[in-house]
């Protein structure tokens, strides 16, 4: 059920209804406020830009690359999903970011064009809000894909190393 | 849907090649202090060899706050901390895994701390000398830096 309401939500996000698949995290930018589905959340850290950028360097790598297989299961039907997942940080003194790009390997087809690395899910951007604040931006999927936006928030405050759990998206 | 368990843990040894444990040894040269909570873990244990190939040794279940294990010494073992999770209702399963190369030096402990809570997973090793030496945090290496 979780799976196909991912499916779903990645699919209107992605798809879309009238609009071209953002190829670029900056055309992500452009186009997925406002889009269903997608929220777009901001919050402040006390913490620097640089170690914002620091904790996304050595987080991301280690727990957003990844390949997850799900299955599920009800009567009547059964579900085999495989999603590759590919993080990009870009990071300096004044700015930072993260991308996650999504491509579906099995059980889902991408009915338009999308980037090599998969369609654009979350992009985040933070930076300097005053002395040793940092301003955070998510934009992401609005539902099914709370334990992303939970570890990063952690690794932006600075309260967790933990990785998200991937195999709980949807 | 909460996680049910008994159903991740069967899932969990179901994927540990059989469900073999770990023959551990007597001298238990490594600590891992584990705070697990809406989910099951494992550790997996592999030999690796001159060639990279690995073998595998069984799993020990992380069901405890502190599991003692024994590792031999002066060898390079690949260990797979494995967290399943599952949902009776959905008829969901998933399951995700950290992995690292480690070379256990005699004399070496080691301190394994594993978490899982709130959906959210960490593992952090220490190497921890003999005779007082200077505690290291262990790097984690994937199977791929291993050169025959």
Known sequence: ?170 | MRPTPALGFAALLAACAAGTRYADLPEKNVVVRAEISGAQAVLGVHAVDAQCKLTYEGFVALDQPVVRVGIPADRTSYLVFEFATSSFWGGRRGSISRETLLRTRAGSTYDVRVTYKDDLYDVAIREIPARGGRVRDVEFAPLRACKP
């Open chain 1, 1 to 170: 059920m979780r799976s196909k309401l991912a499916w779903s939500i990645t699919t209107l996000l992605t798809a879309g209804c009238a609009s071209p698949m953002p190829q670029t995290a900056d055309e992500f930018r452009q186009m997925a406020p406002g889009a269903f589905m997608v929220q777009v959340q901001s919050f402040e850290v006390k913490r620097t830009v640089r170690e914002v950028g620091e904790s996304f360097r050595r987080r991301a790598p280690e727990c957003l690359s990844v390949t997850i297989r799900t299955t599920s299961s009800a009567p009547g039907s059964y579900q085999v999903i495989e999603t590759r997942y590919k993080p990009t940080v870009v990071a300096s003194a004044d700015r930072a970011e993260l991308h996650l790009q999504q491509k579906h390997l099995k059980g889902v087809l991408a009915v338009r064009k999308e980037p090599e690395d998969g369609h654009y899910l979350f992009v985040i951007d933070a930076t300097p809000a005053g002395r040793g604040v940092a301003k955070v931006q998510i934009i992401g999927p609005s539902r099914g894909y709370d334990v992303v936006v939970k570890a990063i928030k952690a690794w932006a405050d600075g309260s967790s190393a933990g990785c998200p759990d991937m195999t709980k998206i949807g």
